[in-house]
């Protein structure tokens, strides 16, 4: 059964620094990874999806990897703000239809100013 | 602006009681999705529809039901037989295109915070 992962579960850094958020994930044959944002009592934002078949795809400041046979997948964030405060979730979906995504916990993010 | 609309944003309701969730969408999506978000867990999905008067159990769906009289209607019924129903709910939905219906990302709406004492 896939099990999805991110670590740390909350993070804290300055405003600028670029960081590094992390996802695994237990059963390599995935047919996406797809990363979100979340606000304070808020639904989730779609930041990346990466295919299968990509290593990577990007987006403003923010940059996904993934690499299948080790089951991992990291978002980059330049240059991080204030705004980007926020907790972010890595969903792996696992069926053709699109219907099967497992999602990890979550790690928050607070950047200060 | 299209998106998807959920409400109220906030529930309360007594033990015993069945409440209905509602959520619109006018994306135009063909599949449509409820989660269930509790503090510490990731999203566990309850019930999805891939199309009009069909739809299917997730993980978790014992105790709630839904209907899809409508492509950009999927309200989400629960009922009484839910042990522990307080929880914040998403609903969503996500364009399914014949070919690589699996590359189309979720769109979420801002959810339902529904507590039951």
């Known amino acids: 059964k896939q099990e999805v992962t991110q670590i740390p579960a909350a993070l804290s850094v300055p405003e600028g620094e670029n960081l590094v958020l992390n996802c695994s994930f237990t059963?390599?044959?995935?047919?996406?990874l797809q990363w979100f944002r979340q606000d304070p009592g808020k639904g989730l934002t779609s930041l990346l999806l990466?295919?299968?078949?990509?290593r990577e795809q990007t987006s403003g400041r923010l940059n996904a990897s993934l690499d299948k046979s080790s089951g991992r997948s990291t978002l980059y964030i330049a240059a991080s703000q204030p705004g980007d405060s926020a907790t972010y979730l890595c969903?792996?979906?696992?069926?053709?239809?699109?219907?099967?995504?497992?999602f990890g916990k979550g790690t928050t993010l607070s950047v200060s100013s | 602006d299209g998106g998807i609309t959920q409400s109220p944003k906030y529930l309360f309701r007594k033990e015993g009681q069945n409440v209905t969730l509602s959520c619109e969408q006018n994306?135009?999506?063909?599949?449509m999705y409820w989660y269930r978000q509790d503090p510490g867990q990731g999203l566990r999905l309850i019930y999805y529809?891939?199309?009009?008067?069909?739809?299917q159990k997730g993980d978790i769906a014992e105790g709630y039901s839904v209907s899809r009289e409508k492509k950009e209607s999927f309200p989400l019924t629960v009922t009484s037989a839910q042990k522990n129903p307080t929880a914040f709910y998403l609903c969503?939905?996500?364009?399914?295109?014949?070919?690589?219906?699996?590359?189309?990302?979720?769109?979420f709406g801002n959810g339902t915070r529904l507590t039951v004492t």
């Open positions: 969503a939905s996500s364009l399914q295109r014949q070919a690589s219906s699996y590359n189309s990302p979720l769109h």
């Open positions: 529809s891939q199309i009009v008067n069909d739809f």
């Open positions: 969903a792996a979906c696992t069926n053709q239809a699109g219907t099967a995504l497992i």
């Open positions: 994306l135009n999506h063909d599949a």
């Open positions: 990466i295919q299968s078949s990509q």
């Open positions: 059963d390599s044959a995935i047919y996406n």
